[in-house]
C-alpha cells in the first residue's frame, strides 16, 4: 500500500487548507485513514480520522470543530478540510492506514501500518 498526501502550504492565522491523501495498492486492508501532524521538535501526534466503509469520525480536541475529515469522490481518497488555522497548527501532516480489526487503536500510532511521505503546513500569526 502506498499513501500520497498533497495540498500544504504557507498561510496565515485564520485561512483555511485542504490536505488530500490518495491510497494505491493492495488499499483492501484498511479499515480506517488517519491525519497526523508533527511540529518540530515534537512527538507526531494524532489529529484526525475517519472509518472505510462508513463514515464514523474521530478528532483530536485541538481540532475538532475546525477540521473535517471526508471520504473523497474518487476511490480511495480522503481529504482533510482545515479551516481557522492557527500557529499551532503549524507542521508535517501525514495520511496514514489504519488496519487492525478494533478500534481501540484509531487515535494511536501504533494502529497505522501504512504511512504517507507527509506534506507540511507553516500557519503565520
Known sequence: ???????????????????????SGRTMSIKAMGWFRQAPGKEREFVAAIWLP???EHYSD???????????????TVHLQM???????????FCAGYSRNVPAWIRN???YRYWGQGTLVTVSS
Open 62 to 76: 485541538a481540532v475538532e470543530g475546525r477540521f473535517t475529515v471526508s471520504r473523497g469522490n474518487a476511490k480511495d
Open 83 to 93: 479551516d481557522t488555522l492557527k500557529p499551532e497548527d503549524t507542521g508535517v501532516y
Open 109 to 111: 500510532i501504533v494502529g
Open 54 to 56: 462508513g463514515s464514523n
Open 1 to 23: 500500500v502506498q499513501l500520497q498526501a498533497s495540498g500544504g502550504g504557507m498561510v496565515q492565522a485564520g485561512d483555511s487548507l485542504r490536505l488530500s491523501c490518495v491510497a
